[in-house]
């Protein structure tokens, strides 16, 4: 099976790593989260750079998280991979029952935040699932395959964008489906593929260069998943490059492919190879500081780690809908905005490491190994 399968060797140990990189993400994606959906906004002679650095830059970090999360599923599915064929066993059923489970969280989420989703709405969970789903017949690709894969995605971005005259710039009512300006045929289908906040065209690279990421992890070279990252940097760099060198004319695949816009619905694939490139940066640095000093079980990322889904699911009902009826939505000043944030995440901390003490029990993660071992 190419290089897919390690070598042999007795069951390793949990790499903490990997869960502290979760950690790392979850609070990236409820700091961003957080501070859009609190903060009542720009009052009149405010500017952002200027009186709201922090929370802008709070911001800006987050918009990885999703992308992180992506990344680290393609990961996981691809160590799960390796441990089975280790012991003999075939890992296919249990990577399509977690995609279904996976995709079925992503549509209780979309049923539990109606302000924000739809059930056309496709979000990072359903972009998980659905890699879950597919990687019984990615794990059979040589790995050169799977990285010309993940390019064939981005390269193919423009040009599908292009070819359903996806708009220049994607609101939440369009991405759910919702919006007088929505296409009325294959809406879904749409939204999925190419409009939605995270389609398969562009995302869908993150998790096949996760799953290459994964066999690195489980041959332990790490040092090839930094060179994977000097390597998408480099793409996107030429991407750089031919939007400042070739005229593109707006709306055409090759301004699609190389424009850098923020917010990035719908992405370019220029943006997001640089993004992949940062992901796996930081993928390189988590694993090789485990690898030198070992992470502990008890490290607050690594316990944020371990409820990494149960927290997504949780913070985005409770911020995005439970905040509206009582009049918090979007009605607090950014110093009390950051309170709630920070307070947020504290208990958030404190109750992990409280509930790893019955390893999770009745959390989201429990009932994805319940469903799907």
């Not at 502290?20 to 952002?48: T, Y």
């Amino acid at each position: 099976m190419s290089e897919a399968a390690p070598d042999p060797s007795p069951a390793r140990k949990r790499l903490l790593g990997l869960d502290a990189l979760r950690g790392i993400a979850v609070f990236l994606m409820i700091e961003q989260h957080l501070g859009v959906w609190l903060w009542r906004g720009l009052q009149p002679g405010e500017s952002m750079v200027r009186d709201h650095l922090p929370l802008l830059v709070f911001n800006a970090l987050g918009g990885g998280a999703a992308p992180a999360f992506v990344t680290l599923a393609g990961i996981g599915s691809s160590l799960l991979v390796s441990s089975r064929l280790r012991r003999g066993q075939d890992p296919d059923l249990t990577l399509v029952r977690r995609g279904l489970v996976v995709l079925g969280f992503g549509y209780l989420l979309s049923f539990m935040t109606p302000s924000w989703f739809s059930a056309q709405s496709w979000f990072v969970l359903h972009l998980m699932g659905l890699g879950m789903l597919t990687t019984p017949v990615l794990r059979r690709l040589p790995t050169a395959a799977l990285l010309g894969l993940a390019l064939a995605v981005l390269a193919a971005t423009g040009f599908v964008q292009h070819a359903l005259s996806t708009p220049l710039s994607l609101d939440n009512p369009y991405m759910a489906g919702r919006s007088p300006q929505s296409p009325e045929a294959w809406t879904g289908l749409r939204i999925a593929v190419a409009e939605g906040q995270f389609p398969i065209f562009p995302w869908f690279s993150f998790y096949i260069a996760g799953i290459a990421c994964g066999r690195f992890v489980a041959a332990d070279k790490l040092g090839r998943i930094g060179a994977l990252a000097g390597a998408a940097a480099a793409v996107g760099l030429v991407g750089v490059a031919a939007s400042r060198l070739v005229p593109a004319i707006p709306g055409s695949p090759l301004w699609r492919t190389t424009r850098l816009n923020v917010p990035f619905f719908p992405a370019s694939p220029t943006l997001v190879v640089l993004l992949l490139a940062a992901v796996l940066a930081g993928i390189w640095l988590v694993m090789a500081w485990d690898r030198k000093r070992a992470l502990a079980p008890s490290n607050v990322l690594v316990t944020l780690g371990r409820a990494s889904l149960t927290l997504l699911l949780l913070h985005v009902w409770l911020f995005r809908e439970a905040t509206r009826p009582i009049g918090v939505w979007q009605a607090l000043e950014v110093r009390t905005a950051l309170t709630v944030l920070l307070g947020f995440v504290l208990v958030a901390a404190l109750a992990s490491r409280l509930w790893q003490r019955v390893d999770y029990r009745y959390g989201a993660e429990w009932l994805l190994r319940k469903l799907a071992p």
